[in-house]
């Protein structure tokens, strides 16, 4: 076997922007934080000039990507709300009405029957823990594994109705224009 690494394939996974421009790198770093952070922070887990990366975090702050936090120092973080608009206006420009439709009916068939299993309208609702012991069929991590379905199915419900929605009014907009 060779010493010589493979330049084939994606980047390594601990660096998956390394060959990319700064912005993307930037980008990316946003997509990775959960805190706000600074943009002297950012600059270092990046690589680039601090003055670099508060001019690209002032223009993703503009376009709602990145919610800048005023304070000493200024930190920003991912704008989650802008990336659940993004992926509504995919679905909606992905799919018709009809297929958002079906996804909504198949859904909440999906949600109904944990509701009836669980006799709950939330997860949150339910003692998992009560519910494995006093069942001879579920134990606690199948009881975890639906929890974890059952709330991705509501959050999934939520984004395909909303999408739905905003293709129906477009639509709508369309026929009557």
């Avoid at 946003?30 to 706000?36: A, F, G, K, S, V």
């Avoid at 002297?40 to 670099?52: F, G, L, R």
Wanted: glycine residues 4%.
């Amino acid at each position: 076997m060779s010493d010589i690494a493979s330049t084939d394939g994606p980047p390594a996974f601990d660096d998956p922007f390394s060959g990319d421009d700064v912005e993307q790198r930037i980008y990316g770093t946003i997509l990775q934080i959960r805190d706000p952070t600074t943009a002297s922070a950012i600059a270092e887990q990046v690589e680039c000039d601090p003055k670099t990366a508060r001019k690209y975090l002032r223009w993703f702050a503009d376009l709602g990507i990145v919610t800048r936090h005023n304070g000493h120092p200024t930190t920003y973080e991912r704008n989650d709300a802008y990336f659940q608009w993004r992926r509504i206006n995919q679905l909606a420009a992905d799919h018709s009405v009809e297929e958002l439709q079906a996804h909504v009916r198949e859904l909440t068939t999906r949600i109904s029957d944990y509701e009836d299993a669980y006799d709950a309208a939330t997860p949150a609702a339910v003692d998992a823990v009560a519910m494995a012991e006093a069942s001879d069929e579920r134990t606690i991590d199948a009881v975890y594994s639906d929890f974890a379905d059952w709330a991705t199915a509501r959050e999934a419900r939520g984004r395909y109705e909303r999408a739905r929605q905003q293709r129906a009014s477009a639509d709508g907009e369309q026929a009557s224009g």
